[in-house]
């Protein structure tokens, strides 16, 4: 019995002294394999791709292995492809799927199937929740909200009160947002002979018509610019997203209503905006035709710097990949995810441009404490 006690000591005193040396320690995953699938690959999913790969290296520098696998469907119309896509993912095995959605019913059934396979999905271009899936966080941005924003530019412009035309014109402080609370609170002081001044003539290039995003960014824009009876709105056409497109159906618009009886394009996105700038430019009617768009990329950066475009709203898509990283990682790790990352979109024009390329404000991720938050689970 004696000897017998003794053997349990000794076990046990190996077993102590093995895992002081960290044999039996935690250890992180070799790797964290994140698959990425927007809706395409270009313009401002290129830039939040290329964040995707940034934040991933950052973790790879601080300590953590993780890896970006992305595809992306063969345009905005391709609804299958995005579907067919996620479902590879899953087949992969991959830790995380991170989604920007061609569209929202068409991805649901695919998040189902990520959800039954136990794979955390994270969302970004969107707060708005999908009913009836999980997903562990959304990173985005109201697409109401951000043509609302868009619209108010388009009244600043042309007499209303704000930074870029001839209206009045008010200090922005310095680090100070023109997000939606600061258009909305400056436009309540709008008065009636204000009001009257703002006038103008334009068209809109949406995104896919009927869609889910186009319809509620073209919604947000009315919802501002109706109010405002001296805007006339006399035309809107769609162009899916895509920069030749909007090459031609601002080209549509510019021989429908000649030279003279137009005054502005808002696009509901950058790509096809730098369309409708190209076209207008070919025709020689850029000082006539002010263009306007939603959301920001190092290119329209530069052209607006440059003043080839009056405004944008940005909806942070080096945002999407940085955090859509760090929200990843936590996942992958059976951390808490924070379920919201709301953008606030707000306005990149010439005197402010600088700000958002080539070196967008991020704040750092602490990597060092994810990693001491999952070893101490």
Known sequence: MIKKSLLIILVFALLVTVSSFGVFAKELPKEIVIGWTPPDITGVFRTATHYFEVGAFDAVLNGITVSIIYRAPASHIAF??????????????????????????????????????????????????????????????????????????????????????????????PGEYLDLKWWRDLYATVTPEEKAAIKATGVIIEGVAGGFFSTARVNGFHSVIDEYPGIKIVGTLPADWNREKGIKAAEDFLTANPKGTLDFIWAASNEMGMGAMLAAEAAGRQDEVKIFTNDVTPESVMLIAEGRMVAETTHGFADWGWYGVEYAVRAALGLDVPPIFDIRPRTMYQENAHEFFPDPKLEPIDWKAIKAEYLAK
């Open 80 to 173: 299958g492809d995005q579907v067919a896509i996620i479902e590879d993912f899953i087949t992969m095995g991959v830790d995380v799927i991170a989604i920007s959605p061609i569209e929202v019913e068409v991805i649901i059934p695919a998040i189902r199937k990520a959800n039954e396979a136990g794979i955390p999905v994270i969302i970004v271009n969107l707060l708005e929740p999908i009913a009836g899936v999980e997903v562990v966080s959304y990173i985005g941005f109201d697409n109401f909200e951000c043509a609302e924003v868009s619209a108010h530019t388009v009244l600043d412009y042309f007499s209303g009160p704000g930074v870029l035309g001839t209206g009045r014109k008010v200090t922005v402080k």
